[in-house]
């Protein structure tokens, strides 16, 4: 399905074309075997790592939430072994999307001119 906006962590396997008309938002893929990016459509993203320490905030108090809403093993086990989990973790990033966030980024970070 097609994702305009939102977050979301996926700790399962993906089926192939992931991200196909991904417009918007970010998704976090625990790629625990490390066979996501054929299954990837890499026409409207790109890859990264989880270097970012407010993209590691985020996507680990998901988890910490879905283990508390779920009792997921899953995420369980990823919580105790953080240090490599965040080592498998990919961050599904649209390409337009990075270039609006910039923008409004720059434009709330630079003061207004011409105004008394």
């Not at 026409?43 to 508390?68: A, F, Q, S, Y």
């Not at 490599?84 to 599904?92: L, Y």
Request: net charge neutral; hydrophobic share 35%; with cysteine.
């Amino acid at each position: 399905e097609y994702m305009t906006g939102g977050r979301v962590v996926v700790l399962g396997p993906t089926g192939r074309n992931f991200a196909a008309g991904m417009s918007g938002g970010i998704a976090y893929v625990y790629d625990r075997d490390g066979d996501f990016l054929p299954l990837c459509n890499l026409e409207l993203v790109e890859l990264e790592r989880l270097d970012n320490p407010e993209d590691e905030v985020e996507c680990l108090g998901m988890i910490r939430k879905h283990r508390e809403y779920t009792g997921s093993t899953v995420a369980e086990k990823l919580i105790a072994n953080w240090a490599k989990a965040r080592n498998q973790i990919v961050k599904v990033m649209p390409i337009d999307y990075r270039r609006v966030l910039q923008q409004n980024k720059k434009a709330t970070a630079s003061p207004e001119v011409g105004h008394a």
